[in-house]
């Protein structure tokens, strides 16, 4: 499946459970875009540019870079997703453990053409989150074909983001920039068994992304970014509640992203750096079928992160980070068991070892807590206590030329 997919499916496993389902970050969205972002909780990601991953937040970041960059990584995300005090037609049913690891790579490469334009390319990850329960999951509380099964099942989500960008600096204090990206998603849903519900779809979608900087030296500087996110339309295996799909496609629209950040460097040794950013998971409203089948019905709200961090300049050879950000849940009154989500606090912290004055490995290290989630399906068919937790562990290796 495409990332397209990945989407839908989270959304079908909603709707196939007759509620709503979300992944690990808020709605869809995964913070997996660098190592050295992870060890600040992205905080100030847009502006400081530090090396070519900056272009992940905000493409006018490319401009401030006066020689070519790389820079490539993993992201291993280790996640606890648990499922407790579950019951099923008021019958106890056993507690789940849902989560795993996943691996989130990137890379980045920025071009300098002269001192005012900049090109760039990039590969990374956006949107993703996987939750499984065992086969046959609360079989022994099941009535008829009826069953905890339908709420729980395979989410299986993956995605690519390619990037291509530009940048453009105007004058020693703004500098613009944009880029187009090309989206694809794969994944698989199945619920009761494959029975009521057995995806497997994917897709391809265009958006965009534009940004600027003001730089008021070289020690402040300020960034805006927006990300337009298309909406996706995956095809492939769709069987839902016995209906026979393949000849529809999966609708889904995905958030807009805005972004403030700040960069201030307060000495030598220390800086802090900031950041703001808005999703518009008010728009992702229902998921239906390009054939007029509705899945599901959401209600979703706009979500929002804030960070804050601070860099030390310990010597010429070890740069040191951490960071704290606030995420809040774009889940309503909807809740779901199969991909769980709540507000989340990140606490973070990483370093850089400068190999030589062109090479820096990063390692990035966040723990990621989650709240309890009281959930009902089906209108109370189904009651249970969500969790979330993660470790995130980032490792990166960025080169200038």
Do not use: C
Not at 327 to 334: E, K, P, V
Not at 344 to 363: A, E, Q
């Amino acid at each position: 499946m495409n990332k397209k997919q990945i989407f839908t499916r989270s959304v079908i496993t909603v709707a196939i459970a007759l509620a709503s389902s979300q992944t690990m970050a808020a709605g869809f969205q995964l913070n997996a875009q660098s190592a050295t972002g992870l060890g600040r909780a992205f905080s100030g990601d847009g502006v400081i540019a530090d090396n070519a991953s900056t272009m992940a937040k905000n493409a006018a970041s490319m401009a401030l870079f006066d020689a070519p960059a790389l820079s490539l990584g993993v992201i291993a995300i280790d996640t606890d997703v648990n499922v407790k005090n579950t019951t099923f037609l008021g019958k106890n049913v056993d507690d789940a453990s849902i989560g795993g690891t996943s691996y989130a790579p990137n890379i980045y490469y920025i071009q300098p053409i002269n001192d005012k334009f900049s090109v760039g390319a990039s590969l990374y990850s956006n949107f993703g989150t996987k939750t499984e329960f065992k086969d046959g999951y609360g079989k022994n509380q099941a009535l008829g074909p009826i069953s905890p099964d339908l709420f729980g099942g395979l989410t299986d989500v993956k995605s690519v983001n390619l990037g291509l960008s530009a940048a453009y600096r105007i004058n020693q204090h703004f500098s613009v920039g944009g880029g187009l990206d090309i989206i694809h998603g794969s994944g698989k849903l199945q619920r009761g068994n494959a029975q009521a519900a057995n995806i497997d779809a994917d897709g391809l979608a265009l958006g965009y992304n534009l940004g600027a900087i003001y730089e008021l030296n070289q020690n402040n500087r300020f960034g805006l970014s927006y990300r337009y996110s298309p909406t996706l339309k995956a095809e492939g295996d769709i069987s839902y509640k016995g209906h026979n799909l393949n000849n529809e496609k999966l609708v889904l629209p995905l958030p807009d992203i805005a972004e403030f950040s700040g960069f201030n460097k307060l000495n030598d040794k220390f800086a802090v750096h900031y950041s703001i950013q808005w999703i518009r998971w008010s728009e992702f409203d229902k998921l239906e079928t390009s054939g007029g089948t509705a899945i599901n019905q959401y209600n979703w709200q706009d979500s929002w992160h804030y960070s804050i961090g601070g860099t030390y300049y310990l010597n010429n050879d070890w740069t040191l980070r951490a960071g704290y950000m606030h995420d809040t849940s774009a889940q309503g009154d909807i809740t779901s068991i199969s991909v769980p989500d709540s507000d989340r606090n990140w606490l973070s912290s990483g370093f850089s070892y400068h190999v030589d004055s062109k090479s820096t490995i990063d390692f990035g290290l966040t723990y990621l807590i989650g709240k309890d989630v009281d959930v009902k399906e089906a209108s109370g068919l189904l009651k249970a206590t969500t969790r979330a937790n993660a470790w995130l562990y980032g490792l990166q290796y960025s080169r200038s030329f």
